[in-house]
């Protein structure tokens, strides 16, 4: 499939872009035109990714392993885009999940395991492009989160708390860079077809004592439009945010849950 040019000559970085929400965010990239440096701590299925990616769309595509809980890996990621490509125009923060339980299943390990993964990953991640984008006077910087900033879900304590976060984060951020035309937006994704979705039916499920299908179905049914996401769907979202179709558009967390999510 050939690409488009909405983001042609942009070099953008995906984290945990191996499978799930980070793959189909970094394949409309590549098709958008944007060459990439996609992150992950699995790099067997992240070499897999990248190949897709170069043989679907002819992207340059440049893969980094890295655990994003480690400060070193996380500087690696940064590292690896400039000495590629010599620019980073957009950075896409993404992470998997932390582990499920309510409040008193949880340990404090649990806690600061979920505030390195969840929190001060994009911190660093982003203290290691800022200089770079401050430079050029330019940059986007998209943070892909969750429903759960306006919707906590009962048996995802840790998300719901620690992602509340980068709520902060974004809006902060967006009144400090406006300056040097850095634009940062909040994406807040619903249920998406991905492997985390699953292992919350299947734990809904065992908790229910009901087949994972009828969960499935749940699930789809709470949502107004029937059905979850794609995660190329949430990638259509950040591309907008990445282009210069949005060049106003800043300081927002948006909302992409097809309706899911009923207050304002």
Known sequence: MRSSSMLKGRVAIVTAASRGIGKGVAKVLAREGASLVIASRDFERLTKTADEIKSEYGAEVVAVKADLTKREEVASITK????SFGRIDILVYNT???KPG???ELTEADWDYAVKLLLLSAV???RDVLNHMIQRRQGRLIYITSLTLKRPLPNLTLSNVVRLSLAGLVKTLAYQLAPYNILVNGVLQGYVETERVLELAKDRAAKEGKPIEEILRAMSQEIPLGRMAKPEEVGE????LASDRASYI?????SIDGGYVQCL
């Open 250 to 254: 800043t300081g927002s967390l948006i």
């Open 124 to 126: 660093w991640l982003t």
């Open 96 to 98: 998997g999940p932390p």
């Open 237 to 240: 979202l950040v591309a907008f």
């Open 80 to 83: 690896s885009a400039l000495e």
């Open 102 to 104: 309510a409040f008193l």
